[in-house]
């Protein structure tokens, strides 16, 4: 009885070993076509949304040439909806047998992939080799690409912390990318014309590249000099905000302007119908002025030295120098001309203040040299005549008037408005009494 008992034993464990090895293709199995395995083995991970969900089964070759690779699904992810795609894909490591099945599901709108199907190359991806894009190189490019693999090796030596902060800020980059991208190619005849554009103008700068350096040179020599006056810079930045805010005041009220310049503008539209001959016959002129165009590019910028016009202007003083450097005439330091001009503002202020007040009397005396005539039918006319007495309304000479407050050539109104009070006049040392009119 031991004996039989023993040989029962080994009968089912042999059956259970058959069944572990063999009895597997019962279960839930998709054989998905894909143009190569790409070092796909059996036993490989099957995911779906990172979430391991079977392994690979088995793989053929179909008489094509192509790889039929059957995978097997996990009951709880079964069946798969229509529209499912499989894509193989490589870890986070290049190496040999490190790929895994992706299985990207679709919506099927309610229909299921039955057991056994098969999934066409339309519905398969699968990953790109790095030999594949090694052999895109010849020989040439291959030694270039090993270069700059070594030179960007040299370039982020010690610098990972900031590679770190500049790829954490790749992502919004790289999305705002794709979505100029996206703008770009919605209207491709634009973006031709853009491209075609760009060629010209890289062009036309490539056959301008003498005078290209001259102005980089130029804007060189320009920014040394803001450096030089970086304490006025800081100074004129830190001015910038006030003045940007009175601008944007500027630019609000420009809005109300603007609408009243639209009747303009409409009124405009026949007269800019009647230029159009005018500028036919003015763009032959500037043909014709090609010449003397070109002459006088000559004149400004001529090979050699000391026989143009730009070599004449760099002659001159420095503007900085007579502008803001201090120097010495006849003996006595003077400074340049910005910062005397600065005091002279200075000091002025006090009598340019008390002057103001005295801006309506200062109009008016103008205004009298526009009106000393006046028209009938023949025209405009005038008389002058001559005076020797010094009363010129009746009574006494006034005298002793020095001291005519702001409006004093005018009568004094009776409710006083008018009238500055005995404060404003010790402000502006000056007395009522002495107007030019009135007893």
Request: glycine share 10%; proline share 4%.
């Amino acid at each position: 009885m031991a004996r039989v008992a023993a040989l029962g034993a080994v009968i089912g464990s042999a059956v259970l070993v058959a069944l572990l090895f063999f009895g597997g293709g019962d279960g839930y199995n998709v054989t998905a076509r894909f143009v190569n395995a790409a070092q796909l083995v059996k036993g490989n991970e099957v995911q779906i949304g990172g979430v391991p969900a079977g392994t690979v089964d088995d793989i053929q070759i179909s008489s094509d040439g192509r790889a039929d690779v059957t995978i097997q699904i996990e009951e709880r992810f079964t069946p798969l909806p229509a529209g499912t795609r499989a894509v193989i894909k490589q870890r986070s490591l290049s190496g040999i047998a490190n790929r895994f099945v992706d299985i990207q599901l679709g919506d099927g709108d309610g229909a299921k992939i039955d057991d056994g199907s098969v999934l066409g190359e339309d519905s398969t991806d699968t990953a790109v080799e790095l030999d594949q894009l090694f052999n895109l190189f010849d020989p040439v490019a291959r030694v270039a690409v090993q270069d700059f693999f070594k030179g960007s090796r040299k370039m982020i030596a010690g610098r990972g912390q900031q590679l770190n902060n500049g790829v954490k800020y790749l992502n919004p980059t790289l999305s705002t990318g794709g979505r100029l991208f996206r703008e770009l190619s919605r209207d491709e005849v634009l973006l031709e014309q853009f491209l075609e554009d760009s060629s010209t103008l890289v062009g036309a700068l490539a056959e301008r590249r003498s005078d290209l350096t001259g102005t980089v040179r130029n804007l060189n020599a320009t920014f040394a000099a803001l450096r030089n006056e970086k304490g006025a810079l800081a100074e004129s930045i830190d001015r910038l905000p006030p003045f940007m805010r009175r601008a944007n005041s500027t630019f609000v009220n420009l809005r109300a302007a603007l609408d009243d310049v639209d009747p303009l503008v409409e009124a405009s539209e026949p007269v800019a119908r009647r230029l159009g001959p005018f500028l036919a016959q003015a763009r032959g002129l500037a043909s014709d002025a090609r010449p003397t165009i070109r002459d006088l590019s000559v004149t400004i910028r001529r090979g050699g030295s000391g026989n143009d016009l730009i070599e004449f202007a760099d002659s001159f003083p420095a503007l900085a120098r007579t502008a803001l450097d201090a120097r010495r005439i006849n003996g006595e330091r003077r400074r340049g001309a910005f910062p005397e001009s600065v005091e002279a503002f200075k000091a002025a202020a006090p009598q340019i203040a008390f002057g103001r007040a005295y801006t309506p009397d200062f109009v008016g005396w103008l205004d009298d040299f526009s009106t000393t005539g006046a028209y009938d039918a023949l025209g405009g006319f005038s008389r002058a005549g001559i005076y020797f007495d010094e009363i010129l309304n009746g009574g006494p000479v006034r005298q002793g008037q020095f001291k005519r407050c702001p409006g004093g050539a005018e009568v004094a109104a009776e409710d006083g408005s008018n009238v500055l009070s005995a404060e404003e006049q010790e402000q502006l040392d000056c007395v009522d009494s002495h107007r030019g009119t009135g007893p």
